[in-house]
T-cell receptor, first 123, second 115 residues
């Protein structure tokens, strides 16, 4: 089964409202999670790195006041899109790694766990 | 700077044909990882393979095979005897030693297998 879960999988909201997306690691503790954004028929772009107990690190060009990230526990990171607008409509995907799995933080198969994604539509 | 290029935007083949998806990467790091992921219409990313920069052995897993060539900075993916269920978008990705879980993705190749 899935080891990283996102909720909600789909959300539709009105322009100007805020939307929160959750990313949970189900069977391991994730000190670091990553948030990606994918526009329709485009690639995934890293938005930010979420660090448990500290501030997130944002990639260049990503508005940190627009995309609030909170990583309050070792199993949960949240992404809040504040005052959402239609151009924020996108597919948001999180990924997580489990600590202490040998070199580089990967499992033996080299798998990096991704959530199922959350599709945001802003009307 | 790191960059991954998947020059083939879309590929369409008939079932049972073999198909190769190209991936070319750029990095200044001597130690790095390369990945392939499958994204079906449902949206989730399905891990296919990870390869580190020190391991140039080709790998075969069932109908899937990967050809890693450091000399040409390529990591190509071949599906043999393709099936309709292989239809998806395939992404090649790169990460480096520091911050190994931060991935740089290619643009993706949309593969359609027609019956």
């Amino acid at each position: 089964g899935a080891v990283v879960s996102q909720h909600p999988s789909r959300v539709i909201c009105k322009s100007g409202t805020s939307v929160k997306i959750e990313c949970r690691s189900l069977d391991f503790q994730a000190t670091t999670m990553f948030w990606y954004r994918q526009f329709p028929k485009q690639s995934l772009m890293l938005m930010a790195t979420s660090n448990e107990g500290s501030k997130a690190t944002y990639e260049q060009g990503v508005e940190k006041d627009k995309f609030l990230i909170n990583h309050a526990s070792l199993t949960l990171s949240t992404l809040t899109v504040t005052s959402a607008h239609p151009e924020d409509s996108s597919f948001y995907i999180c990924s997580a790694r489990s600590p202490g799995q040998g070199n580089w933080g990967y499992r033996g198969t080299g798998e990096l766990f991704f959530g199922e994604g959350s599709r945001l539509t802003v009307l | 700077a790191q960059k991954v290029t998947q020059a083939q935007t879309e590929i369409s083949v008939v079932e049972k044909e073999d198909v190769t998806l190209d991936c070319v990467y750029e990095t200044r790091d001597t130690t790095y990882y390369l990945f392939w992921y499958k994204q079906p219409p449902s949206g989730e990313l399905v891990f296919l393979i990870r390869r580190n920069s020190f391991d140039e052995q080709n790998e075969i897993s069932g109908r899937y095979s990967w050809n890693f060539q450091k000399s040409t900075s390529s990591f190509n993916f071949t599906i043999t005897a393709s099936q309709v269920v292989d239809s998806a978008v395939y992404f090649c990705a790169l990460s480096h030693r520091q911050g190994a879980q931060k991935l740089v993705f290619g643009q993706g190749t949309r593969l359609t297998i027609n019956p």
